[in-house]
Nanobody, 122 residues
Framework: QVQLVESGGGLVQAGGSLRLSCAAS????????MGWFRQAPGKEREFVAA??????IYADSVKGRFTISRDNAKNTVYLQMNALKPEDTAVYYC?????????????????WGQGTQVTVSS
C-alpha cells in the first residue's frame, strides 16, 4: 500500500510559479510510475505529467512550462509550474502506478493523494 500526500498549492498571479510536492509512504517509489493530474470544477480529471523509468511525458497544455522530477532518496515527486495561467486553476493530484511505464490515463494509476488546490488569478 502507498500513501501519497500533496503539498505546495496556493494562490498565485498569472505568470507566477509554484512547486508541488508529493510525498509517499508505505513503499519506495523507485520502481513506480508517478503522475500528476488536475481537475477543474465541472471538468474531468486530466493528465498533466508523468515520470518513470521510461522517461517523462507532458500534456501539450503544460509542455515547456511545467517540469516533473523525483527524488528517490526522499521518496518524493515534484511538479515545478512556471508561467502559470488562469486556466491552470484546478485541484492537482499525485498518482502512483507500480512497476509500469509512465501513462497518461487516470485509470492506469492505483494510488492517489487527496489533492492540493492551485488557483491562478488574472
Amino acid at each position: 500500500q502507498v500513501q501519497l500526500v500533496e503539498s505546495g498549492g496556493g494562490l498565485v498571479q498569472a505568470g507566477g510559479s509554484l512547486r508541488l510536492s508529493c510525498a509517499a509512504s508505505g513503499r519506495t517509489l523507485r520502481t513506480y510510475a508517478m503522475g500528476w493530474f488536475r481537475q477543474a470544477p465541472g471538468k474531468e480529471r486530466e493528465f498533466v505529467a508523468a515520470i518513470s523509468w521510461s522517461g517523462v511525458i507532458y500534456a501539450d497544455s503544460v509542455k515547456g512550462r511545467f517540469t516533473i522530477s523525483r527524488d528517490n532518496a526522499k521518496n518524493t515527486v515534484y511538479l515545478q509550474m512556471n508561467a502559470l495561467k488562469p486556466e491552470d486553476t484546478a485541484v492537482y493530484y499525485c498518482a502512483a502506478r507500480p512497476g509500469a511505464p509512465a501513462g497518461t490515463s487516470r485509470w492506469e494509476y492505483d494510488y492517489w493523494g487527496q489533492g492540493t488546490q492551485v488557483t491562478v488569478s488574472s
